[in-house]
Nanobody, 125 residues
Framework: QVRLVESGGGSVQTGGSLRLSCVNS????????????MAWFRQAPGKEREWVAD????SPYYADSVKDRFTISQTGTTLFLQMNSLKSEDTAMYYC??????????????????WGQGTQVTVSS
């Protein structure tokens, strides 16, 4: 019913910007991102998948490592992640995820039922 597909990744230099998008590729009647807790995770080589940001009820939440640089937003059909002032440590595969509301206070991968295949972000100096 829900098949998430990410896009927008690429290679940029330090300090650059990218905008990731995530859509449901299946024509699911009634699908709306606001019916889910939507989140972005990322996974760098050799590291565990880590939570980046999610769409909490009144105010999006961000990992400390991306706060004030990344912005998560949604339109109802698409989830976005605007990434500014990119650093080399932001290099990772970025995944879109959807789970039940409300969003977990301390999010883990187990809180999400649907995942995309990921889009690669590479930041180089």
């Amino acid at each position: 019913q829900v098949r998430l597909v990410e896009s927008g990744g690429g290679s940029v230099q330090t300090g650059g910007s990218l905008r990731l998008s995530c859509v449901n590729s299946r024509s699911t009647w009634g699908y709306n991102t606001r019916n889910f807790c939507m989140a972005w995770f990322r996974q760098a080589p050799g590291k565990e998948r880590e939570w980046v940001a999610d769409t909490r009820d009144k105010s999006p939440y961000y990992a400390d490592s991306v706060k004030d640089r990344f912005t998560i937003s949604q339109t109802g059909t698409t989830l976005f992640l605007q990434m500014n002032s990119l650093k080399s440590e932001d290099t990772a595969m970025y995944y879109c995820a959807a789970g039940r509301l409300p969003c977990a206070v301390v999010p883990t991968t187990g809180d999400y039922n649907y995942w995309g295949q990921g889009t690669q972000v590479t930041v180089s100096s």
